[in-house]
């Protein structure tokens, strides 16, 4: 089995900042795209940030400049640095990853529960 769990989520005031985290566990192999999801009600979900198992990265429009997107390798664990946070980043943040698992060929895309990120005075 394989399990992905976000923590570091929040109430914040606007121009604010939160570190997110998400550790990956279980019988994995080796971990390819690590990424950032967020979706807020009424809305469709979005992807904010991507990183590659080589460290490149992308980023969503509306967070670009803003957000950063980082991983240790050994730690199975992707971060979302969010700075000058705004009402609209309010969202469920989930992180998802392409795993390959020990003694398996095939990779598969794994998604955490989520945490919530609100951005409110």
């Known amino acids: 089995q394989v399990q992905l769990v976000e923590s570091g989520g929040g109430l914040v005031q606007p121009g604010g900042s939160l570190r997110l985290s998400c550790a990956a566990s279980?019988?994995?192999?080796?971990?390819?795209?690590m990424r950032w999801y967020r979706q807020a009600p009424g809305k469709e979900r979005e992807l904010v940030a991507s990183?590659?198992?080589?460290?490149?990265?992308d980023y969503g429009d509306s967070v670009k400049g803003r957000f950063t997107i980082s991983r240790d390798s050994t730690k199975n664990t992707v971060y979302l640095q969010m700075n000058s946070l705004k009402p609209e980043d309010t969202a469920l943040y989930r992180c998802?990853?392409?795993?390959?698992?020990?003694?398996?060929?095939?990779?598969?895309?794994?998604w955490g529960q989520g945490t919530q990120v609100t951005v409110s005075s």
């Open positions: 990183i590659t198992s080589g460290g490149s990265t």
């Open positions: 998802n990853a392409d795993i390959r698992r020990q003694s398996y060929i095939l990779v598969y895309t794994y």
């Open positions: 279980g019988s994995i192999f080796s971990i390819n795209t």
